[in-house]
């Protein structure tokens, strides 16, 4: 792979794979659904659905209608599921681009309803509150109200049922069994009104603890990128990262005991070492503060020193006078036998993997491959 400035190589195969294990994670019987809002967690939308569809997913979900819009223009055709509230502008472009809703209340299906009949049939996934506490509806005479209403109009179908799952348990909580018991009836009531409906609960984290899943899809995000849920590293869980992240060596300074660099002289060498500029900075969507961060170079692990800049960074290269300008940087991946998970670079952020990717700016260039074989 070439190194310009700053690349992320995102292995399509490898997202690929990481479907294939969550479909033999959730069972035989449960769909996949393939989270790619955030332009797929900084990923890139349209190439990760692709890749997810072709190893097996079948149904996509972003935040956004805007999300959807970009997905069709891209020539996605798969269900597509709109999980964010939307303005009435939003929902018109989420029903043009042929994407199901989700609702928790009236005025989303009076919304849709009055529009011009004619247009289709727009599925609406119905929200219910399982003790998380943001939306969805909370009970049952509730939420079997607004499945009746729906289906007495043309135009709009209940389509599914689910709710989101709070990651880590408070211990004043009900319990994720609890929850997913409550959940179970919940859907087991809508389920007589519109029997085809599809109930999903279950995101990256419930799936991982769970030794299969119970409804009739999961949502997973964080599992399609091999990103560990809970932020430590993704290997034990038998995920494999799409993402690398790479740079190169710009230049070497060597630096004599006392010697300065960095803006306003934050590292100071204690002994004779040499010094890599390596051109990523915040300007990519790292960030000015990291505490603790390494980068491989020539295989070995190599410290950060100083801030980041928004162009470029620093790194303390020892006394090893073998490196050479133009080799490569590795922040996210692997060189040799060394490793640096999103995970890690991230906790050196003070931020989680998924918002270290999704924070990559349009100025790193993403170049997408099937295992290191360059793919359109
Ligand atoms: C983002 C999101 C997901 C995916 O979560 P992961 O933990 O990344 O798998 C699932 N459901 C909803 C409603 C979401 O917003």
Redesign the pocket.
């Known amino acids: 792979m070439t190194h310009e400035r700053a690349t992320a190589g995102v292995n399509l195969a490898a997202i690929g794979r990481n479907v294939e294990r969550a479909k033999a994670r959730a069972g035989p019987e449960v769909a996949i659904?393939a989270?790619v809002?955030?332009d797929g967690?900084g990923h890139g939308a349209a190439p990760v659905a692709s890749a997810a569809l072709a190893a097996g997913a079948t149904r996509l979900?972003v935040?956004t209608a805007a999300e959807a819009a970009d997905l069709r223009r891209a020539g996605i055709v798969a269900p597509i599921l709109v999980?964010?509230p939307l303005s009435e502008a939003e929902l018109e472009l989420a029903v043009a681009s042929r994407a199901e809703v989700v609702a928790w209340h009236r005025e989303l299906v009076e919304q849709l309803t009055r529009r011009d009949a004619g247009t289709g049939t727009t599925g609406v996934h119905l929200h219910v509150d399982v003790g998380m506490g943001n939306v969805g509806l909370r009970d049952v005479g509730q939420a079997r109200a607004l499945a009746s209403e729906i289906t007495a109009k043309s135009g709009v179908t209940v389509a599914g049922v689910?709710t989101?799952l709070p990651?880590a348990g408070d211990p004043d909580d009900p319990s994720l069994e609890d929850r997913l018991r409550r959940f179970s009836e919940l859907a087991g009531a809508l389920r007589e009104i519109e029997p085809g409906l599809i109930a999903h609960a279950e995101?990256?984290?419930?799936?991982i603890r769970s030794p299969r899943a119970r409804f009739d899809m999961v949502?997973?995000?964080?599992?399609?990128?091999g990103?560990d849920?809970f932020g430590a590293d993704p290997a034990p869980h038998h995920l494999e990262p799409a993402l690398t992240l790479t740079s190169r060596v710009a230049s070497i300074r060597r630096l004599r005991p006392g010697d300065t660099a960095g803006y306003g002289g934050r590292f100071a060498a204690e002994t004779a070492t040499r010094i890599a500029v390596v051109p990523v900075g915040y300007g990519d969507g790292l960030r000015r503060c990291t505490r603790g961060a390494h980068v491989l170079v020539g295989g070995r692990r190599r410290a950060v020193v100083g801030a980041v800049a928004m162009d470029s960074l620093m790194v303390d290269l020892g006394d090893d006078g073998s490196a050479r300008i133009g080799d490569p940087v590795v922040l996210i991946g692997r060189q040799g036998a060394e490793r640096i998970t999103a995970e890690e670079l991230a906790g050196t952020m003070g931020a989680v993997n998924?918002e270290l990717t999704c924070g990559l700016t349009a100025r790193v260039r993403r170049v997408y491959h099937r295992d290191g074989e360059r793919s359109a």
């Open positions: 659904c989270v809002k955030g967690y979900a935040s999980m964010g689910m989101q990651d995101n990256s984290p419930v799936l949502r997973v995000g964080d599992l399609l990128y990103f849920p998924a």
